[in-house]
């Protein structure tokens, strides 16, 4: 009896200590999702583009390094700059965190360079097109190479049975922050001239808070999630030979490929929606800033309600199906999205509700559902190959978003292309057997998946 009791005590020690770190493992979405929202949503993209036009020729083009771009499509292909730089990087702190078991201190790195170049978008004024997309490729970047690490924390500090909950509360945390702060941002900016500064200010210093703010919030995760240490590797491999040394490894378990594959396209589409939408907004449907802060708050608040409410609908008829119904809705809304007319902000909120109430839960519950099929010790490795395919190989949409733009001069047209994405991701996903790619990877079969 007494052993049993000992037992239980430590069984209730151990819960104890799980959801305190499940908690600290929420405050990062709670820090870094403001980046995502305020600045990479909602305020670079028209700012950027309109600072790029102010320094552009009679004909619209600028000329970084010598090469001719429309003003237009400079924020685009900033994005893309930065995943490619993104996936340099990202290989090598996968391998760095599996092979030392030293993930914080990493994930310190990354986030406070990050942080540090989000705040210095404060300076962006003028002409300075050139220091804007320099610190956007450089806090892109480091936000991809933080979410390694941070994903990588999900199957050490979650047992199977709690990892959709887990994740989705994740997301919520990510996206009731983003709330939070965009209220601040709508105050400030609608109200600028009542706060005694120009409507170009108020944009920096919603950009720069959005560093301060992912700055701060950092401390909580690292003082409370916990390093697990490893035995070091005999012959340390890093970088991009990491990264083939994974897929080779995966080519053994072809099913967590096949997931990465669906994965890789339909999030390409989802990545795009985020970064390119209040451009597509302001330049093509003629929205003012206010309107799109507004319906991207709408967005905020719907994806708290959504990842919650997609986490039950995971418990009830699994996380497959569930993301299956989440990329048929995207297409919907995508391919009405290229319908919508000009300077009409209710049918853009319309759609913005549709988005939101989908966003969090795909997200999230793709999340949690390759977190099954890791094996166990790979973690980090395999969530770097996972980062490469959420953020690292997200950058043929906003490509695509902008070679359309520089050949027709059309932010509608690039919409359609979106919508193939949604499609082919549910063609390949439904092609999955999920229940058989978590047994060979070694894992524990959950009821319901």
Same mark, same amino acid.
């Given at each position: 009896m007494g052993s049993d009791t000992v037992r239980a005590g430590q069984a209730g020690d151990e819960a104890a200590d799980r959801r305190r770190e499940q908690r600290g493992w929420y405050f990062y979405d709670w820090a870094c999702s403001v980046y995502s929202t305020s600045v990479l949503t909602v305020f670079l993209g028209p700012y950027l583009t309109a600072v790029a036009e102010s320094a552009a020729d009679p004909d619209g083009f600028v000329h970084p390094l010598?090469?001719? %771009?429309? =003003?237009?499509?400079?924020? =685009?292909?900033?994005?893309?700059?930065? %995943? +490619?730089?993104?996936?340099?990087?990202?290989?090598?702190?996968? =391998?760095?965190?599996?092979?030392? *078991?030293?993930?914080k201190p990493l994930l310190a790195a990354a986030a406070y360079v990050g942080a540090g170049a989000t705040a210095g978008l404060f300076f962006l004024d003028g002409h300075r097109y050139l220091l804007g997309g320099l610190l956007l490729v450089v806090a892109n970047a480091s936000v991809a190479v933080s979410m390694v690490l941070y994903n990588s924390y999900l199957p050490q500090i979650a047992p199977p049975e709690e990892r959709d909950a887990v994740s989705s509360r994740g997301w919520a945390f990510g996206y009731a922050a983003g709330s939070l702060v965009l209220v601040a941002n709508l105050v400030l900016f609608t109200a600028h001239d009542r706060f005694g500064v120009s409507e170009s200010t108020a944009?920096? +210093?919603?950009?720069?808070? &959005?560093? #301060?703010?992912?700055?701060?919030?950092?401390?909580?995760p690292l003082r409370r999630l916990r390093d697990r240490r490893t035995a070091p590797a005999t012959k340390p491999v890093h970088g991009w030979r990491q990264l083939a040394a994974t897929v080779r490894d995966m080519r053994g378990k072809p099913l967590t490929l096949s997931f990465l594959l669906a994965y890789l %396209?339909?999030?390409? *589409?989802? !990545?795009?929606?985020?970064? !390119?939408?209040?451009?597509?907004?302001?330049?093509? #449907?003629?929205?003012? !800033?206010?309107?799109? +802060?507004?319906?991207?708050?709408? %967005?905020?608040?719907?994806? +708290? &309600?959504? =990842?919650? *409410?997609? *986490?039950?609908?995971?418990?009830?008829?699994?996380?497959?199906?569930?993301?299956?119904?989440? #990329?048929?809705?995207?297409?919907?809304? #995508?391919?009405a999205g290229y319908f919508l007319p000009a300077g009409a902000p209710m049918w853009f909120f319309v759609l913005a509700a549709g988005i939101g109430l989908v966003l969090g839960g795909s997200q999230a519950l793709s999340r949690s559902l390759f977190s099954h099929l890791v094996p166990p010790g790979k973690e980090a490795e395999y969530f770097s190959a996972y980062e490469m395919s959420d953020r690292g190989m997200s950058w043929l949409g906003p490509l695509l978003f902008g070679i359309t733009y520089?050949?027709?001069?059309?932010?509608?047209?690039?919409i359609l292309s979106l919508v193939a994405f949604f499609a082919i991701g549910f063609v390949l996903l439904a092609r999955v057997p999920v229940r058989r790619a978590i047994g060979d990877a070694g894992n524990p079969v959950p009821e319901r998946i």
């Amino acid at each position: 009896m007494g052993s049993d009791t000992v037992r239980a005590g430590q069984a209730g020690d151990e819960a104890a200590d799980r959801r305190r770190e499940q908690r600290g493992w929420y405050f990062y979405d709670w820090a870094c999702s403001v980046y995502s929202t305020s600045v990479l949503t909602v305020f670079l993209g028209p700012y950027l583009t309109a600072v790029a036009e102010s320094a552009a020729d009679p004909d619209g083009f600028v000329h970084p390094l010598g090469i001719p %771009v429309r =003003a237009g499509s400079f924020f =685009a292909y900033c994005v893309s700059a930065s %995943v +490619i730089v993104a996936i340099v990087l990202m290989p090598m702190a996968g =391998a760095a965190a599996d092979r030392t *078991g030293r993930k914080k201190p990493l994930l310190a790195a990354a986030a406070y360079v990050g942080a540090g170049a989000t705040a210095g978008l404060f300076f962006l004024d003028g002409h300075r097109y050139l220091l804007g997309g320099l610190l956007l490729v450089v806090a892109n970047a480091s936000v991809a190479v933080s979410m390694v690490l941070y994903n990588s924390y999900l199957p050490q500090i979650a047992p199977p049975e709690e990892r959709d909950a887990v994740s989705s509360r994740g997301w919520a945390f990510g996206y009731a922050a983003g709330s939070l702060v965009l209220v601040a941002n709508l105050v400030l900016f609608t109200a600028h001239d009542r706060f005694g500064v120009s409507e170009s200010t108020a944009v920096r +210093i919603c950009l720069a808070s &959005a560093g #301060l703010w992912w700055g701060v919030f950092t401390l909580v995760p690292l003082r409370r999630l916990r390093d697990r240490r490893t035995a070091p590797a005999t012959k340390p491999v890093h970088g991009w030979r990491q990264l083939a040394a994974t897929v080779r490894d995966m080519r053994g378990k072809p099913l967590t490929l096949s997931f990465l594959l669906a994965y890789l %396209v339909y999030n390409d *589409g989802i !990545q795009t929606v985020i970064s !390119q939408a209040s451009v597509y907004g302001s330049r093509e #449907l003629d929205l003012s !800033q206010s309107t799109l +802060i507004t319906a991207v708050l709408m %967005v905020q608040v719907l994806a +708290i &309600a959504g =990842a919650l *409410g997609m *986490g039950r609908l995971a418990h009830r008829y699994g996380a497959k199906r569930t993301i299956l119904g989440s #990329l048929a809705a995207w297409t919907v809304i #995508l391919a009405a999205g290229y319908f919508l007319p000009a300077g009409a902000p209710m049918w853009f909120f319309v759609l913005a509700a549709g988005i939101g109430l989908v966003l969090g839960g795909s997200q999230a519950l793709s999340r949690s559902l390759f977190s099954h099929l890791v094996p166990p010790g790979k973690e980090a490795e395999y969530f770097s190959a996972y980062e490469m395919s959420d953020r690292g190989m997200s950058w043929l949409g906003p490509l695509l978003f902008g070679i359309t733009y520089q050949l027709t001069g059309s932010y509608r047209d690039a919409i359609l292309s979106l919508v193939a994405f949604f499609a082919i991701g549910f063609v390949l996903l439904a092609r999955v057997p999920v229940r058989r790619a978590i047994g060979d990877a070694g894992n524990p079969v959950p009821e319901r998946i």
